[in-house]
């Protein structure tokens, strides 16, 4: 008997040659739509990516169904985000709707509707091996989208197919063409449906108190003024201002932020962000926890060159020391990679850094309360 796959069928070409191919494969397929939370301020596309959906659906020949899940991803990703965001870090959305929604809440309510998998169409492999499954980066490695799943767990990956994820990008538009689908040629989403068209901080605004604040120097000093601490991460080149007649023409880099005081502490040198470790929490270990210390290669961010680093620790918290500093904010998440092979990851939540040139720290300390008062 042919087993039951209930697809996340988004209305975009991913998943709908995901559902194709599981066809083709002589699986029982059931397109689904997935309706997620959007702020009545904001106009979004799930109208019509709904309509894509279902068009997809009849011409692939397979039933199709939506669910609701407006409320648990409003709950489990929009105001993790929004909460993040206000104390200063910069939290990923994608991980936590793969995590709460599609790995959560959707696959719960396939399995209660009879599905033996879920799909989606994300690039990404999944492989089995001795005891378990891994989680393998997908063959197109300009879209491989493993990053974004390294919170998953063995018994997520073994009741999960992602069908395109041995294929390139351009394999997966020619089947599209083959098969007659009618969004072989709709392009790539952009960004976050909830956000939509409008910057973040038009949104974040309606949901945070955005006030302007001091920019400092190392030492103190304010040179500039910046729209809202929160809207900041470390690294950041543009969004502020730099007032101070002699230095309003040298790039300047956001090297610290605090949210509670409203203030961001910038420099002219790059490399001032950049920190030689972090302290991660929420560690998922995709396959088992490995011997520590565990040398891996990481990301800090989706699309990032991978770089080499060692994982230590023994309980909860696990500090990962870079080969070579490198920027990292709080909030971010770290992903584990040994070579093809994503081994987990999990979530900043603090980047020591010593002083970096110029910079006096304790005088920096005291001075941004003061500073921020001002504000």
Same mark, same amino acid.
């Given at each position: 008997?042919?087993?039951?796959?209930?697809?996340?069928?988004?209305?975009?070409?991913?998943? @709908?040659? +995901?559902?194709?191919?599981?066809?083709?494969?002589?699986?029982?397929?059931?397109?689904?739509?997935?309706?997620?939370?959007?702020?009545?301020?904001?106009?979004?596309?799930?109208?019509?990516?709904?309509?894509? %959906?279902?068009? %997809?659906?009849? @011409?692939?020949?397979?039933?199709?169904?939506?669910?609701?899940?407006?409320?648990?991803?409003?709950?489990?990703? &929009?105001? #993790?985000?929004?909460?993040?965001? @206000?104390?200063?870090? !910069?939290?990923?959305?994608?991980?936590?709707?793969?995590?709460?929604?599609?790995?959560?809440?959707?696959?719960?309510?396939?399995?209660?509707?009879?599905?033996?998998?879920?799909? !989606?169409?994300?690039?990404?492999?999944?492989? *089995?091996?001795?005891?378990?499954?891994?989680?393998?980066?997908?063959?197109?490695?300009?879209?491989?989208?493993?990053?974004?799943?390294?919170?998953?767990?063995?018994?997520?990956? %073994?009741?999960?197919?992602?069908? &395109?994820?041995?294929?390139?990008?351009?394999?997966?538009?020619?089947?599209?063409?083959?098969?007659?689908?009618?969004?072989?040629? *709709?392009?790539?989403?952009? /960004?976050?449906?909830?956000?939509?068209?409008?910057?973040?901080?038009?949104?974040?605004?309606?949901?945070?108190?955005?006030?302007?604040?001091?920019?400092?120097?190392?030492?103190?000093?304010?040179?500039?003024?910046?729209? /809202?601490?929160?809207?900041?991460?470390?690294? #950041?080149?543009?969004?502020?201002?730099?007032?101070?007649?002699?230095?309003?023409?040298?790039?300047?880099? &956001?090297?610290?932020?605090?949210?509670?005081?409203?203030?961001?502490?910038?420099?002219?040198?790059?490399?001032?962000?950049?920190?030689?470790?972090?302290?991660?929490?929420?560690?998922?270990?995709?396959?088992?926890?490995?011997?520590?210390? *565990?040398?891996?290669?990481?990301?800090?961010?989706?699309?990032?060159?991978?770089?080499?680093?060692?994982?230590?620790?023994?309980?909860?918290?696990?500090?990962?020391?870079?080969?070579?500093?490198?920027?990292?904010?709080?909030?971010? +998440?770290?992903?584990?990679?040994?070579?093809?092979?994503?081994? /987990? /990851?999990? &979530?900043?939540? *603090?980047?020591?850094?010593?002083?970096?040139?110029?910079?006096?720290?304790?005088?920096?300390?005291?001075?941004?309360?003061?500073?921020? @008062?001002?504000?």
């Amino acid at each position: 008997m042919a087993k039951t796959v209930f697809v996340g069928l988004s209305g975009g070409v991913d998943s @709908a040659v +995901s559902s194709a191919l599981l066809k083709e494969r002589g699986f029982n397929v059931v397109g689904v739509f997935i309706k997620i939370w959007q702020p009545e301020f904001i106009e979004c596309t799930w109208a019509a990516d709904r309509i894509d %959906a279902m068009r %997809a659906a009849v @011409a692939i020949g397979i039933p199709f169904r939506e669910i609701d899940l407006s409320s648990d991803y409003k709950k489990t990703v &929009v105001e #993790q985000m929004i909460e993040g965001y @206000a104390k200063g870090i !910069t939290p990923n959305p994608d991980v936590l709707c793969n995590r709460s929604i599609k790995f959560g809440s959707f696959l719960d309510w396939a399995e209660q509707e009879g599905a033996d998998h879920i799909a !989606t169409g994300h690039y990404a492999r999944i492989e *089995k091996m001795d005891g378990g499954y891994a989680l393998l980066r997908g063959k197109d490695k300009e879209k491989d989208q493993s990053y974004f799943l390294h919170l998953l767990g063995q018994q997520d990956l %073994a009741r999960a197919i992602f069908p &395109v994820g041995g294929l390139l990008k351009s394999e997966v538009r020619a089947h599209a063409r083959r098969l007659r689908l009618p969004v072989a040629e *709709k392009p790539d989403s952009q /960004g976050l449906c909830f956000v939509g068209d409008v910057s973040m901080k038009d949104f974040l605004s309606r949901f945070i108190r955005l006030s302007k604040g001091a920019v400092l120097d190392g030492n103190g000093v304010v040179i500039g003024e910046h729209e /809202g601490a929160a809207l900041y991460t470390t690294g #950041q080149r543009h969004g502020f201002s730099i007032t101070a007649k002699d230095r309003e023409k040298r790039p300047y880099y &956001v090297i610290e932020v605090s949210a509670k005081d409203n203030v961001i502490r910038v420099s002219p040198d790059i490399n001032d962000a950049a920190s030689g470790k972090v302290v991660l929490s929420d560690v998922n270990w995709v396959s088992g926890k490995p011997r520590m210390p *565990k040398e891996v290669h990481v990301q800090a961010r989706y699309r990032e060159v991978p770089f080499k680093a060692t994982v230590d620790g023994s309980g909860n918290d696990l500090i990962v020391s870079f080969q070579e500093p490198h920027i990292a904010s709080p909030g971010q +998440s770290i992903v584990f990679y040994d070579g093809e092979r994503c081994l /987990g /990851g999990g &979530v900043i939540i *603090k980047v020591p850094r010593g002083k970096p040139r110029g910079i006096v720290g304790a005088r920096f300390a005291r001075t941004v309360s003061q500073q921020a @008062a001002r504000y």
